[in-house]
Structure formats: C-alpha cells, structure tokens
C-alpha cells in the first residue's frame, strides 16, 4: 500500500486527488494551513475518523511558509509519493500580495524540496507548474516553449519549477513538473472566473443577483476539467523516469464564450447582466494561452475528454442543484459518461 503527500489537499485539484488517491488504496496524508474556522468542505465527503484502524486519510497542520513543520511530516509520514499543490495561486491576487505570493508559491517550494533532501526520505515528487509561466509567449505552448511569466504568480512558479529541475539534476530526485493549463469544476475557487460565472449564473436565475460584475472577457483560455488533470498528476509519477509535460485540451476559448455558454444554457440572456468593474483587470494581462499536448499524448497516451462544452453544463448543472432549481442536466450526462467511477460528487 503506497503512502501519499499531498500540499494544498483543501484546494481543488488536492481534493480530487486525494479521493483519487483513497479509491487507489493509497494511504493519504494532507498539509492543512490552520485557521479559525474549519475549511475543510472541498474534503469533508472522504472525512475519516483517524482513530478508526482502517483510516487511510490523515491531516497535519503546517504552512509552506514553516520548513520546520514540512521536514518533520517527512520523518512521521515518510510518502512514496509527494504531490505539491499548495500555493497562493490566485493571479490577480499575486499583484497585490508579490512578496507573500513569492514566499509561499515560490520559497514554500523550496522548503519542500529542502525537506525532502534534508529527510533523506526516497520519494516521488509532483510539482504543480502552470500555464501561466507562458504568459506573453505565442500559442499553441508546448514543453519547448520558453517562459515569458507576466504576474508574480507566474514569476513565482518560474522559480520553483526551475528548482523542480536543479533536485532532479543536482540530486537525483525523481521530480516532475506538471505545466498545466487551466481546470475547473464546481469545486473551483470562488473568485476564479469560470466558477464565478456559473455561480453567478445560479444566483441570478433564483432571483438573487442581477448584475455580474467582471474584468477582461476578450482573454482566451485553454479550460478543461479538474478530475481529468489530477489523473495525469498520478499517471507521470508513475513513470519509470522524471520528466515535464504540457497538459491542456488544446482548445482556446474568450472569458466572453464562456459567459455565454453559461448564461444561454441555463436560459439567460448574458447582455443583461454582466458589468466591466475595471478592480478584476490586471496590470499585465495573458491574452492567449492554448495547449498543445501532443507530447503528453504520444508518450501516456492521455487526452483530455471533457471539453469546454460540457465543462460549462457541467458547471452551471452543479451549481443550479447546489441552488436548489432545476437543471437541464446535459452536463450530468457528461459527467456520468462513466470515466470517472472514483468521483463520489462532481
Ligand atoms: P487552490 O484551489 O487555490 O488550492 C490551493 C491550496 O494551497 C489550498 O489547499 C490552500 O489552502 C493551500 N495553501 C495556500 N497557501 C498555503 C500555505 N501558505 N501553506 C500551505 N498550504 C497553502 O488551487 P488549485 O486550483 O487546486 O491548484 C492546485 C495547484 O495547481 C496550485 O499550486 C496552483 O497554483 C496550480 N495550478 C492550478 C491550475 C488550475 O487551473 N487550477 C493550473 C495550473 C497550476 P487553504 O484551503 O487553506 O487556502
Ligand atoms: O482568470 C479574466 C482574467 O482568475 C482567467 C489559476 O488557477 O489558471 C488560473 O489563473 C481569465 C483572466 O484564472 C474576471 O483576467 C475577467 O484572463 O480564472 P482566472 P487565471 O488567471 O488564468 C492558471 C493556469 C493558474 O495556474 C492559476 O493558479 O479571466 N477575468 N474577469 C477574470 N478573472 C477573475 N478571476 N475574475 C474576474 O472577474
């Protein structure tokens, strides 16, 4: 039975992948930031009573901003395989907090890899690089394309990929760095803004709100959906050697497609409601981001099923249920199309 780190596992993709993880009969152990109010919701559903003898999900406090902390869980924990998830990984945010966003999506990195040399514990590990270490360069974006990061979110991930790589080089670690490009859900960050729209889209139709306030609708990205991606997280640490890989669905859309793929599936005229606040524009924007993931697919045979399309029904599907109104239920049919038997909820 193999035993599992996983950083950020109270975010999105930490959640799927540790309910990935659990129905794979790993043992799974999360870094859970403390804070006054639980915040555990995203993982509530795989709860697990640790004093039970069949627990197999456990939680550690600690930060990525504490090595002490991160080195210890390695001499308790000892994983095989150590996913590295946490970060400040809002963009936008990332202006506004540069130096806390470089110490803990940056530095917080670096302490990992730090602890897991100074441990000396024999373990695989995931780093979770981004797309928008891409930023101003030309699409489609592969693993050959250089970085042109335009954010300290970026510029953060720059760094602790490029430090992914010296572990590897310098001291054999078998680390791999995941480039993907944007992956959503009805789990997403509330403020990212695919889940925004759709919640939007949900709160309007029950009377709720009447206006959805946004910044730029003309940037396009490549969007697919969050339980596809944590499956390759798995499937690269699976390989018999370390490498990086470019991971999206090589569709490009505007934030405007998606606004209107929301609002017109749940029967919305979007021309009615939605505001340009200039507050959600960025200082230096990523206009285009497009995968090409021809790479990943020639060496792991991986591709990514769900597309946009049926991301938005599955995300406006959700989130009417969670609301409590009826859905057209088109994304349900997506999502029960029978690739993801190990999800217990979307
Ligand atoms: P997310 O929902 O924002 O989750 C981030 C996680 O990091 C949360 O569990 C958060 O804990 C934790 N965290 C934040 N600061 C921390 C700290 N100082 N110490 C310990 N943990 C901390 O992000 P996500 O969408 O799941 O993305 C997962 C990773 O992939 C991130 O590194 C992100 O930058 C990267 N990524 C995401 C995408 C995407 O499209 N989703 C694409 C490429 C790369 P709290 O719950 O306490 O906030
Ligand atoms: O913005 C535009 C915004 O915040 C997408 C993170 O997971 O993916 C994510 O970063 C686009 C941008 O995601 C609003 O300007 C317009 O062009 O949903 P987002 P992101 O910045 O692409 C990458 C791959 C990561 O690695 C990150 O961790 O939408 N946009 N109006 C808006 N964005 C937001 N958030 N809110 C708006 O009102």
Redesign the pocket.
């Known amino acids: 039975m193999k035993v599992a780190l996983i950083t950020g596992i109270t975010g999105q993709d930490g959640s799927y992948l540790a309910e990935f993880l659990l129905a794979k009969a790993y043992t799974v152990h999360g870094l859970v930031r403390r804070a006054s109010t639980f915040h555990t919701d995203r993982i509530d559903h795989l709860y697990q009573d640790p004093h039970d003898s069949k627990a197999r999900l456990f939680l550690h406090y600690g930060d990525l901003a504490d090595s002490g902390q991160l080195t210890n869980l390695f001499y308790e924990v000892k994983p095989d395989e150590v996913y590295h998830l946490g970060a400040q ?4 945010v990332s202006f506004d907090m540069p130096d806390y966003t470089g110490d803990v999506t940056g530095l917080g990195t670096v302490r990992l890899l730090e602890a897991i040399r100074k441990s000396g514990v024999r373990c695989r590990l995931y780093q979770a690089s ?3 270490m891409f930023g101003a360069a030309p699409a489609p974006q592969s693993e050959t394309t250089p970085f042109q990061p335009r954010s300290p ?1 970026a510029a953060a991930k720059v760094y602790a990929h490029w430090m992914v790589r010296n572990y590897r080089e310098g001291y054999g670690l078998f680390a791999c760095n995941g480039i ?3 992956h959503e859900s009805p789990r997403r960050g509330e ?4 889940r ?1 729209i759709t919640r939007a889209v949900a709160a309007i139709k029950a009377g709720r709100q009447q206006t959805l306030y ?4 003309d ?1 396009r ?1 490549d969007w697919g959906y969050a339980p596809e991606y944590v499956e390759l997280m798995w499937r690269m640490l699976q390989m018999t050697a370390p490498q990086d890989f470019v991971f999206g669905t090589g569709e490009t859309h505007s ?1 405007r497609e998606f606004v209107e793929a929301a609002f017109g599936y749940a029967g919305l005229d979007w021309r009615e409601h939605v505001k340009l606040d200039q507050r ?1 524009l ?1 200082p230096t ?2 206009e285009l981001l497009k995968a090409d993931p021809s790479n990943v697919k020639r060496q792991l045979g991986w591709e990514a099923h769900v597309r946009f399309a049926d991301l938005v029904r599955i995300m406006v599907d959700a989130e009417l249920e969670t609301a409590g109104l009826p859905a057209p239920g088109e994304g349900k049919r997506a999502f029960d199309a029978g690739r993801f038997g190990w999800l217990r909820r979307p």
């Open positions: 990984s809002h963009v936008r981004s797309s928008e979110y993907l490009f944007n403020t990212f803004v695919t925004k946004l910044g730029n609708l940037a990205r934030v959600y960025r924007e990523v």
